[in-house]
């Protein structure tokens, strides 16, 4: 029963581990150990103490491991599942980070209206706070205040909290206007040479701009006498890669043009919140952005950011999988298109109302009516692509809706090292999942849909799919760690029990 408990244990280290991009060698290192001793934990061969469990999932940025008052929070679903009502889509997540990040520029107060309150926005308000900046919650409808001091206090800056986003590259951006030298604590495993970081250093470099990896630190240095000269064309056409070039250009009193540029919804919003501020941002929701900054800005401003359009394929996979009849407004249609376009050809019924205006004055959205359907495999293969294509973050749902479709569909995640293999556990609940290669996945449907407990993974969207299934498996399933959910949804449980579901949230005793 021991030997099969560190079993579990070590395959939850090994999971979060690779989820990390970290090696053996790398968590060693952060746990003071050797590779060997790291290589018979993830074999279950290893007895761990408290003390070593509670380092673990302080390197690994996952409550899989985590102790203390409390202990981590598990989801018992009963099903099968109907879903009906009207639920409203929350603002977006990724939006509201970026905000709060820029929110350094201004000298002001800012004003930013129903931030969803999730894990990732707990964790940038501690490093906010640390530094000096005060942020406060109006009231109960999330709206929060911003004002930043006069002077950062970056040397008292909560490592802690910093470590646990991975939105503190973003501060890149707006710091190199306010400080010269400066140190950014980042998490284990991540280095200059990696895929997702160096992007932001050649978009940042033209503005002076130097960052070399200490241990553990981003230390960053500034050369005032470096401008940019010419257009800045980045190399990969990331979300915030173009958000830090953007906050760059910003304060930068010329004109910066920014090519490949994403214009995905988080960009948008930070775009129309920059305009808000005084700067001139010309081409948004294209590929090249032109933006005049200005030397200073400090200015009241009140912004709300837009819904997130990927709650909302999330209520649309609920609806799907349970073959249910709810209403989902405030759906934001322009970054939906493509997957609503998808999932007719799937033959998927459903009605949507004209078009209204979110209160950012710009985005377009509509209330979507699902209606049962049957479902059928789609001709050719499914992939993400940037905006104006079907959105990365929106891929892993196509896998539990292609498994309630009759046929075989292929999905070509070809964004993540490590993400389609987190597909694979629908398989523990009926689905038939098979992982042709690290980033394509077949699934077969229909499928039926069966209860069992599984540990959730340590990817946001994969999590999120597995409890959907849930939502349509007959019996008792559990949803055990689910911090990684609450990272990217507030009260999604509690929102699905507005629709009918029956979900329990509970602890350990």
Known sequence: ???????????????????????QQQLADLLATSQSAVNRIEKGHQNLSLEMLARIGSALDSEIVALGAGGPTHLRVTGPTTLSGTIDVKS??????????????????????????IEEVNRLLEVLDSIGVQTRWLNDSNDLEIVPPAQLDLANIDEDAARRTRSIIMFLGPLLHR?????????????????????????????????????????ATVNRA?????????????????????????????????????????????????????????????TTLTVTGRTQIDVDVDYAPSEDPIEAMSLLAAAIVTNS???????????LEIELATLEEMGFNYSRSHEYVAENGHTRLVDVSTRQSQLKAPLDKIHPMPFPGLNI?????????????????????????????????LTKLGGQVKLLDP????????????????????????????????????????????????????????????????IVTFRDI
């Open 439 to 502: 980033h394509r996945v077949l699934v077969e449907g229909p499928t039926r849909w069966s209860g069992t407990e599984i540990v959730c993974p340590p990817a946001l969207r994969p999590a999120v799919v597995i409890l959907l299934a849930m939502l349509a498996s007959k019996g008792t399933s559990v949803l055990r760690s689910t911090y990684v959910i609450h990272r990217g949804y507030e009260d999604l449980a509690e929102r699905l029990n507005t629709l009918g579901a029956n």
């Open 393 to 425: 973050d929106n891929l892993p749902f196509f896998a539990v809706i292609a498994a309630v479709a009759e046929g075989q569909t292929l999905l070509h995640d070809w964004v993540y090292e490590n993400r389609a293999i987190y597909l694979t556990e």
């Open 325 to 335: 009849e709810i209403t989902i407004r405030r759906v934001p249609i322009e970054f």
């Open 1 to 23: 029963m021991t030997q099969d408990y560190l079993g579990r244990i070590g395959n939850l280290i090994r999971d979060a581990r690779k989820h990390r991009g970290l090696t």
């Open 226 to 286: 470096i401008e940019p000269v010419r257009p800045i064309v980045l190399t990969e056409r990331g979300d915030t890669v173009t958000e830090n070039a953007l906050m760059a250009a910003a304060l930068h009193p010329g004109t910066t043009v920014i090519r490949n540029a994403s214009s995905n919804y988080m960009v948008q919003d930070l775009c129309f919140y920059l305009q808000r501020l005084g700067v001139v941002v010309e081409g948004v929701g294209s």
């Open 179 to 219: 400080e010269d030298v400066f140190d950014l604590p980042y998490a284990g495993g991540c280095n200059l040479g990696d895929r997702t970081v160096q992007p932001h250093m050649a978009a940042l470099r033209p503005f002076g701009l130097d960052v070399k990896a200490t241990e553990g630190s981003y230390h």
């Open 92 to 117: 977006s997540k990724n939006a509201g980070v970026a905000l709060l990040c820029a929110s350094l520029l201004n000298k002001g107060r800012t004003t930013l209206r129903k931030v969803a309150r």
